[in-house]
């Protein structure tokens, strides 16, 4: 019963427009900022999957960020690792989905589907592109937190204005 709730025709369609937006912010629109080895600033390129995640749970927030991750590395991701290639697309993006744990409240859901997001981004920055010194571990949380931040910032602006408009829930 749950699955066909969570993979109903519905829910898969929504989850793919959702990842065609995401593509849309972040791939074609140019990024306000990029940082110098990957990673970007996008006019509220996470939001839709966010989004997504509010609005239909935690399991089609983690499918559909898995599959934009997919993507997005096809896009050209810098794969080093096939663990690294796990923990900055599919991983990273999925963890997205733990936003969905917050239906009620959209902001906390945002920060702690990007925190998320952080922790896959940090652990390979950490294993595969710096020393596992402290040095190392404080670059990976400086690099990483940089573009994040700026994304959080403009997600939460945009998902304040949508629960505002009670949008959020819309068309359930």
């Known amino acids: 019963m749950l699955d066909s709730y969570i993979f109903s025709t519905k829910v898969l369609a929504e989850a793919s427009m959702a990842v065609a937006l995401t593509v849309i ?10 940082m110098p080895q990957g990673g970007s600033i996008t006019v509220a390129g996470l939001v839709p999957l966010l989004w997504l995640a509010l609005r239909r749970g935690v399991v089609a927030g983690i499918f559909a960020g898995m599959v934009y991750g997919l993507i997005n590395m096809s896009f050209g991701g810098y794969v080093v690792h096939p663990i690294q290639a796990l923990l900055d697309y599919p991983l990273a993006f999925a963890a997205l989905g733990l936003a969905g744990f917050w239906k009620n409240n959209p902001l906390v859901g945002a920060i702690s589907g990007i925190a998320g997001r952080f922790v896959c981004s940090f652990l390979a920055g950490i294993v595969f592109f710096t020393t596992f010194s402290i040095d190392g571990v404080i670059m990976s949380a400086v690099y990483n937190g940089t573009y994040l931040l700026g994304e959080l910032a403009i997600s939460l602006v945009i998902l304040f204005i949508l629960a505002k408009e009670g949008i959020t829930y819309i068309y359930l």
């Open 25 to 34: 912010l972040r791939e074609i629109l140019p990024p306000l900022y990029m």
